[in-house]
């Protein structure tokens, strides 16, 4: 998808004289030609976890040290992920859902920060680049959560289709936007609860196959990963459609509402 933002980038020194640009979050100019949408100075404050699960990528600090593994399946998992069973093999997250990193996820869900969503995917697309655990050549294409058709046509606009443009230019894949899909309309997701979530989206996505799906992997990209159950649902579509694995790729790992809900989900 070519964005606006991308065909005038080449005129952006001329712009900037006449429409200077501002930070998306915080609202001072920005002068630096290396950022777009977001300054230095508050992106800054959305920091990687230096302690984080290599299962669900949850951050992990002093009070949340649990890690386990499975004897059989050797899986690693943490307090947040280790009842979990997921379709996914695990999840990149680039920071915590909290604070600035909130704050910049709210907005990149509207269509007016959509430069703010390409400059996060490209930050996202280097940062993978120097993880030890990840390796774009094992991965056939990208993959963004779609939206319903009927919310496509009323909002024109996915943010995570937004950032999987842009992460997937940063690390040489292509991307696919017609193999998944949604099946029926969900509301939105971030006032329920774990398990009004898990009920609401079970199989709310199919996948048609392909040759790009059938034997390969997958790389899913969305916005924010709370409980899981969007990326698993869309994940079990994938591997149903013959993807031999998936891992998902976000923003932002949010775990406030899963742990206040924990009790309740088995």
Same mark, same amino acid.
């Given at each position: 998808m070519s964005t606006l933002n991308e065909?005038?980038?080449?005129?952006?020194?001329l712009m900037d004289l006449f429409f200077p640009r501002a930070c998306s979050l915080c609202g001072i100019p920005i002068i630096d030609p290396n950022c777009e949408a977001i300054c230095k100075a508050c992106f800054s404050k959305i920091t990687t976890?230096?302690?984080? /699960?290599?299962? /669900?990528?949850?951050?992990?600090?002093?009070g949340i040290r649990e890690i386990t593994r499975d004897a059989t399946s050797n899986k690693t998992s943490c307090y947040y992920c280790k009842r979990r069973k997921w379709s996914f093999r695990r999840a990149h997250c680039y920071t915590a859902y909290h604070g600035?990193?909130?704050?910049?996820? &709210?907005?990149?869900?509207?269509?007016?920060?959509?430069p703010l969503g390409?400059?996060?995917?490209?930050?996202?697309?280097?940062?993978?680049?120097?993880?030890? =655990?990840?390796?774009? &050549?094992?991965?056939?294409?990208?993959?963004?959560?779609?939206?319903?058709?009927?919310?496509?046509?009323?909002?024109?606009?996915?943010?995570?289709?937004?950032?999987?443009?842009?992460?997937?230019?940063?690390?040489?894949?292509?991307?696919?936007?017609?193999?998944?899909?949604?099946?029926?309309?969900?509301?939105?997701?971030?006032t329920k609860s774990i398990a009004d979530r898990l009920k609401d989206v079970r199989?709310?996505? =199919?996948?048609?196959?392909?040759?790009?799906? #059938?034997?390969?992997?997958?790389?899913?990209?969305d916005d924010v990963v709370t409980s899981g159950a969007t990326a698993n649902d869309a994940a079990r579509a994938l591997r149903l459609a013959g993807a031999v694995r #998936?891992? #998902? #790729?976000?923003?932002?790992?949010?775990?406030?509402?899963?742990?206040?809900?924990?009790s309740t989900v088995r």
């Open positions: 065909k005038l980038r080449c005129y952006r020194p976890p230096e302690q984080r /699960c290599v299962r /669900c990528s949850a951050p992990l600090g002093p600035t990193a909130a704050l910049a996820t &709210k907005k990149i869900k509207q269509s007016s920060h959509e390409i400059e996060i995917g490209k930050r996202i697309g280097e940062w993978l680049k120097q993880l030890d =655990a990840f390796d774009s &050549k094992g991965f056939a294409c990208v993959i963004p959560v779609p939206q319903h058709w009927m919310r496509r046509i009323m909002v024109r606009y996915n943010q995570a289709d937004i950032l999987a443009e842009s992460i997937a230019l940063e690390i040489g894949l292509p991307v696919n936007r017609h193999s998944l899909y949604r099946t029926r309309w969900t509301e939105k997701q971030g199989d709310s996505f =199919a996948c048609k196959p392909s040759k790009s799906i #059938v034997g390969s992997c997958i790389l899913l990209v #998936v891992e #998902v #790729v976000a923003f932002a790992r949010g775990v406030g509402a899963f742990e206040k809900s924990r």
